[in-house]
């Protein structure tokens, strides 16, 4: 089971919200699915995840390429959920270099952490959990994620 931090706790109200961010980004979510690939290349585990693994994971299929939506975790590898020593893990090497995956990785991050800031979400541990160095550095990235950012608009 993933780590589930206090405050991104699935309520009603916030499993609505996060449907509704998923519906208008395309990415299906499966809500009895459990991890152990986050990203099986149909739906996006949620079951027991907590609301800031889910908008992280909306977040790489939004950023994704079609290559990548068609991989397991969207071709980065295996994930902390994936059981070690499973098959699927070791059948799960990446289809980018160590550097893509650094910079896919960072675009998911600064991109669910938008999203977690419009969910009202405690998006700023978030922003501490992900390493990010300032509240001006993720802003850059955001400026850059604008095609995303626009295309969701308002999260109702």
Request: proline share 3%; glycine share 6%.
């Amino acid at each position: 089971m993933a780590h589930k931090r206090k405050g991104f706790e699935i309520t009603l109200i916030r499993r609505r919200r996060i449907d509704d961010l998923a519906k208008k980004v395309g990415c299906p979510l499966n809500w009895n699915r459990a991890p152990g690939v986050q990203w099986n290349g149909k739906s996006v585990a949620c079951k027991d995840q907590d609301a800031s693994n889910i908008v992280h994971d909306i977040a790489h299929y939004a950023v994704a390429t079609k290559k990548a939506r068609k991989s397991l975790d969207y071709g980065l590898g295996a994930g902390p959920d994936t059981k070690h020593g499973s098959y699927t893990y070791d059948a799960m090497d990446p289809i980018y270099t160590y550097d893509e995956c650094r910079a896919i990785e960072r675009k998911a991050s600064a991109l669910g952490i938008y999203w977690e800031r419009m969910l009202k979400l405690p998006w700023k541990d978030t922003l501490a959990y992900h390493n990010w160095d300032s509240l001006a550095e993720i802003k850059k990235d955001w400026r850059k994620l604008s095609r995303h950012i626009n295309k969701v608009g308002v999260i109702k």
